[in-house]
């Protein structure tokens, strides 16, 4: 809820579009995924994971505080046996301060996606075309937010793409909108400078891929949690909560046409009677990952493990027979199933059907027009219990459409 007891739609329905998405580790997703997913670090199970994001809903509907959502987390953990990373001398400690750490999260991303919503509506942003950074009174405030506090910019200022509050774990900072005249009565003529961020380059430290950081803004919180939800990677018309497990799903609904299809490189084609090794190098090569083997982070923030596992053939005791690179002719592509995850024209998530059970499948779509002009298409699936590579030159749409389900959470820009 928000303040005096009335429903936060705009943060309701944040909340509600999200789709659950288990991970290991909190930086398996990072910036615009978490606007798209709901995850709770170490929550694998989709049952759990929809038990946490129920209670969520329920705190953020209802405004039944954090009491009563600690009551919710502690029936899950007793109920599953959840096994957890916390902070704590014992027991009852560290499930306290691992339910804050979810529950003030969730709300605190939630409200301030539900008030970029409302400051950028066209009616507010035409009387009150200016942002104030207010502070949250911290007992021990981040020295980067409090002297932010007073700050006031232009609601345009590209600043706000990074430094949009919050900027951290427990981060109770807020924005306020003011019209021209509230501006001058703070004794201000007009906005103020645009803050130098002073951006630093710092490593990913899973993947070794290249990223920004920011003075004063916790890794991973470098973003704007309601422009990624508003204006992101993923467009408005396509976002949908991820459906139940349905063995005989219905037909998918009319969707806008994919990307254009990008031209694919003669030096990406490889030909057809290659020893095995060959494909998987040149598949490897493309994520130029240290000794061949590595995490990539994809389009969507979500990360894959990179490495010649994904073509092994193991007996049931582990022992490696084979490599499938080049089966069923598609080793020449090798080089095109890499370029599918590392520039999708689109990524999906959705559920499959494996002999172990139901399993969360991700997605990887590309297609490219070839040297001879003929299209084709790259579906590359990514599970927990392995990989799947497909290529064809069925291109239509009708064709096209079966492999577009789910939730959609990347899509290359048109």
């Known amino acids: 809820m928000a303040d005096g007891g009335v429903q936060f739609q705009e943060a309701i329905d944040f909340l509600k579009g999200k789709v659950n998405l288990p991970t290991k580790r909190w930086d398996d997703l990072r910036h615009g995924a978490h606007a798209r997913a709901f995850s709770v670090a170490g929550v694998t199970r989709d049952d759990m994971l929809t038990d946490f994001r129920t209670a969520i809903e329920k705190a953020r509907v209802d405004g039944t505080g ?26 009852q400690e560290r499930r306290a301060w691992r339910a804050r750490i979810i529950y003030t999260t969730n709300m605190r991303t939630s409200y301030m996606a539900g008030r970029y919503s409302q400051l950028t509506d066209p009616d507010v942003l035409k009387y009150r075309p200016y942002w104030e950074y207010i502070h949250s009174g911290a007992k021990h405030p981040r020295k980067q937010h409090l002297a932010w506090n007073g700050l006031v910019l232009a609601a345009t200022d590209p600043a706000w793409k990074v430094m949009f509050p919050p900027n951290g774990w427990g981060c109770g900072c807020d924005v306020e909108a003011l019209s021209a005249r509230e501006l001058r009565g703070l004794g201000k003529s007009g906005p103020d400078p645009s803050p130098d961020l002073d951006g630093y380059q710092s490593a990913d430290p899973r993947t070794g891929e290249p990223e920004t950081r920011y003075p004063g803004i916790d890794r991973g919180w470098e973003y704007n949690v309601g422009q990624d939800w508003l204006h992101g990677l993923v467009p408005p018309s396509l976002r949908k909560p991820l459906p139940s497990f349905d063995p005989e799903p219905a037909a998918p609904p009319t969707l806008p046409a994919m990307p ?9 084609l490889l030909t057809d009677d290659l020893e095995p090794d060959v494909y998987v190098n040149a598949f490897l090569d493309k994520f130029q990952l240290q000794n061949r083997q590595g995490q990539f982070r994809d389009r969507s923030g979500g990360i894959i493990t990179v490495s010649r596992a994904l073509f092994e053939q193991r007996t049931p005791d582990g022992t490696v027979v084979a490599l499938k690179s080049g089966k069923r002719g598609r080793g020449q592509y090798a080089a095109l199933l890499a370029d599918a995850i590392i520039n999708p024209d689109e990524i999906w998530v959705d559920w499959a059907q494996m002999k172990s059970g139901i399993v969360l499948r991700r997605a990887y779509l590309r297609r490219v027009v070839m ?3 003929q299209q084709l298409f790259v579906r590359f699936e990514w599970t927990s219990k392995g990989w799947v590579a497909i290529t064809g030159f069925d291109t239509t749409d009708a064709y096209l459409q079966k492999f577009r389900r789910g939730a959609l959470l990347y899509q290359r820009e048109r």
């Open 66 to 91: 954090f009491k009563e959502f600690q009551k919710d987390f502690d029936a899950i953990v007793d109920r599953t046996g959840w096994k957890f990373k916390a902070r704590g001398g014992d027991e």
């Open 260 to 268: 254009a299809p990008a031209a694919a490189s003669k030096s990406d």
């Open 371 to 373: 040297p001879d002009g």
